[in-house]
């Protein structure tokens, strides 16, 4: 099936727009000079003021990945349609994310400000059984009296990418400016034009490979069919439900700093980085300044939970999963460095903490989790749970079989065990068809591959 549309929303629109008239200069300068210097034997790079080939690069570099980036916003039918519900009927979960999104100014003087999306691409789409239904039986492991979650896939079904989009358009298009990369290596480095052609089959190579094995995770909920938890058999298993908590959820405090807090968090992991300023000299001895974040601290945890589709519910034992998907961060907390170094409430272990080198400008705190009430999609192994745990949770011989069962992040040769944070409805929406990500990039490696051959024995 061919879909071809803008990206959207507006943003992506509007930078879809700029990166086809950067495509456009792109064609009319380097193009020319790559054609002139590889075909005509001209010289006409811009090498008098010490980094036009640097300059040269870095442009294809960039464009490449914005053609990458915006590709993957590309719009497609489903993509719409769960928009266009989220916009006309959101769900209790979105109205609050819209009402308390934005970004709030914590102090003017100290330009610290704290960062809420106000959108949620993984959140649910149609209304999920809400906290106080939860306990409507005597147990949790108990089936809701609604029933089977609305975004089950036994209802909604599972929808498959379609097979071209605006992405492939913009892959193959990318295909010109990683072909300008490799022209442009050889004489920057003062290397035989003969060599690009080299380089150019081993940039295709690695994109191709890259490109199949991001898709492949991205498509893989499709590959399994999603069990009801309350007829779950022990073995590998896909589910599909709302994440509920076993007891009560400790409060997840960020980088040991109070101010810095949330709560209702069954997983979560936070990242700490500072944007670095540094001088640099380039090849020609030129003087240069860059930025970029640096990682500082990080961590990570969880709660053990119950995973409930409205048929029952599954404990999963959070800390034996090693691959997590949390999605967008849900706060972000940022300050310059000067309000940093001034607060007195810092103690001594972050007052002595060391940056390397450079100046910092800001400080950056992320967080991400996956909250009480989320939906959440599990890929795992479902195994007997021991009898100790079953007194410690309480389970009688009235709850069903599904109770007596945990979900465990073990690998199989068939299943990756891994949680997502949303369910698999918004999962595979952000998909791309193996068409897209295999078999068009290994078709451009091929080509680029022949081509660059007759070259190089050419040349």
């Given at each position: ?167 492939g358009i913009l892959v193959i298009m990318s295909s010109l400016p990683l072909i300008g990369i490799g022209l442009t290596v050889p004489p920057m480095v003062e290397a035989e034009a003969r060599v690009a052609f080299i380089i150019i089959p081993i ?123 949390l999605g967008q961060p849900m706060i972000t907390w940022s300050c310059s460095h000067a309000s940093y170094s001034q607060l007195k409430s810092l103690n001594l272990w972050k007052a002595v903490r060391t940056y390397g080198s450079g100046t910092v ?99």
């Open positions: 099936m061919v879909d071809i549309q803008i990206p959207m929303p507006w943003y992506y629109s509007i930078l879809f727009i700029a990166i086809l008239i950067g495509y456009v200069a792109f064609l009319a300068t380097a193009a020319y000079l790559h054609a002139s210097y590889y075909i005509f034997d001209n010289d006409n790079y811009l090498r008098d003021d010490g980094y036009g080939l640097e300059t040269l690069l870095i442009s294809q570099i960039l464009l490449f990945l914005a053609l990458i980036f915006v590709g993957q916003k590309a719009d497609t039918t489903i993509r719409e349609n769960i928009r266009k519900i989220k916009e006309q009927a959101p769900t209790r979960d979105s109205k609050i994310r819209m009402e308390a999104g934005g970004v709030e100014l914590q102090s003017f003087w100290r330009g610290a400000y704290v960062h809420r999306p106000s959108s949620d691409d993984l959140g649910w789409v149609f209304d999920p059984p809400q906290m106080e239904h939860w306990r409507a039986s005597e147990s949790i492991f108990q089936e809701d009296e609604s029933g089977l979650i609305k975004e089950h896939p036994s209802i909604v079904g599972t929808p498959t990418p379609p097979d071209f989009t605006t992405n940039l295709f190579l690695i994109f191709a490979v890259i490109s199949h094995f991001v898709g492949a995770s991205g498509r893989v909920a499709i590959e399994h069919v999603t069990e009801k938890v309350r007829s779950v058999a022990v073995g590998d298993t896909e589910l599909v439900g709302q994440a509920r908590n076993l007891g009560q959820i400790p409060i997840v405090v960020v980088d040991n700093d109070p101010s810095k807090s949330a709560e209702d968090l069954l997983l979560w992991e936070w990242l700490y980085d500072v944007e670095i300023e540094e001088e640099y000299r380039d090849s020609k001895g030129n003087r240069q300044t860059r930025r970029y974040w640096r990682t500082i601290d990080s961590d990570a945890g969880g709660s053990q939970f119950v995973l409930h589709d409205g048929t029952g519910g599954i404990v999963v034992e959070t800390s034996s999963f090693s691959r997590k998907s400008k800001q400080h950056r705190w992320r967080l991400w989790g996956l909250g009480l009430g989320d939906p959440c999609m599990i890929h795992g192994a479902a195994k007997t749970m021991p009898n100790e745990q079953i007194e410690n949770y309480g389970i009688s011989n009235t709850d069903p079989p599904c109770s007596r069962l945990v979900m465990l992040g073990e690998d199989s040769e068939t299943m990756k065990a891994k949680i997502w944070r949303g369910s698999e409805l918004t999962n595979i929406t952000l998909a791309e068809s193996s068409f897209e990500t295999t078999t068009i990039p290994v078709v451009m490696m091929l080509v680029a591959t022949t081509f660059s051959t007759i070259f190089y024995l050419v040349g």
